[in-house]
């Protein structure tokens, strides 16, 4: 008589921890606030209002400064190009703003060629990325930039796809609580990679983006050369060499000849706003 095999899912799926993280997404995307961007256009989701916002750059300032409290650089010309870039851009970005902001700057000595600025406008600078920069316009390309991550609400609309994409991951890995634990395993990594390298990093390199069109727009708003941020990028581009950075699909910024393109894209709209500048503060204006 002839066994009867009984035939195993290859599979074994259990839709409803699913369906609840998709409804749960869906009822997230339905109530979240939008807030449309002054500059762009673009209308952004975000999971927190400003003033908490605000909050959590704040304590992240706190501790860089507890942190690097030994690295701080309290005077001298460094500090006061900063302070006097950032002056300017903050008048700038203040034109169109819709949340004013109590910008705060530290200047760190440092070999690193970096800047970065929290939500809600507090700002640091490694002094490594001064002589890059090379003049008051490189700088500004790069403070534009970084202010914009702030004035966009970047930080916020990243934690709110952050927890949708979290939810749904919790989701598909309850929906296989069944499974063998290394196939389970196996699924679930695919799964996150997808997430990674599908919507993640594609999206925070339309942030960083959005924040280099934002930042030309502020620095030649404020007076200074939109033209220099593509000289900018073209000397980081140097700094970093053929084969020094990660191909762009891996990476959440753009490659640096994406950038350039970009800006020379937006450039025409920029020089308006330098000309602009110029006619607004000519004598007699």
Known sequence: ????????????????????????VLFKLYTASKVTNPETGRVARVGIDPEQEQRLGLEAYAQVKRDEAAKIVQSGPDVELVKRVTNR????????????YNWEVSVIQSNEKNAF???????????GI?????????????????????????????????ELTKTILGGFQGGLAQMDPAQRQTIMGALGAGAKYGATLPFSRTQESEADHIGLIYMARAGYDPKEAVAFWQRMDEQVGKGGSPPQFMSDHPSHNTRIGHLQTWMPEAEKEFASHHQHNAPGA
């Open 89 to 100: 851009l903050a008048r700038a970005a203040a034109e169109k703003a819709t949340v004013q």
């Open 1 to 24: 008589m002839p066994v009867k095999l009984e035939r195993k899912h290859a599979l074994p799926l259990t839709l409803a921890p699913i369906m609840i993280a998709l409804g749960f």
């Open 117 to 127: 600025c929290l939500p809600g406008g507090k700002i640091v600078v490694y002094t």
């Open 130 to 162: 001064i002589p890059i920069a090379k003049n008051e316009a490189g700088l500004a390309t790069v403070l534009g930039h970084e202010m914009a991550h702030a004035t966009s609400r970047h930080g916020a609309e990243r934690l709110f796809r952050s």
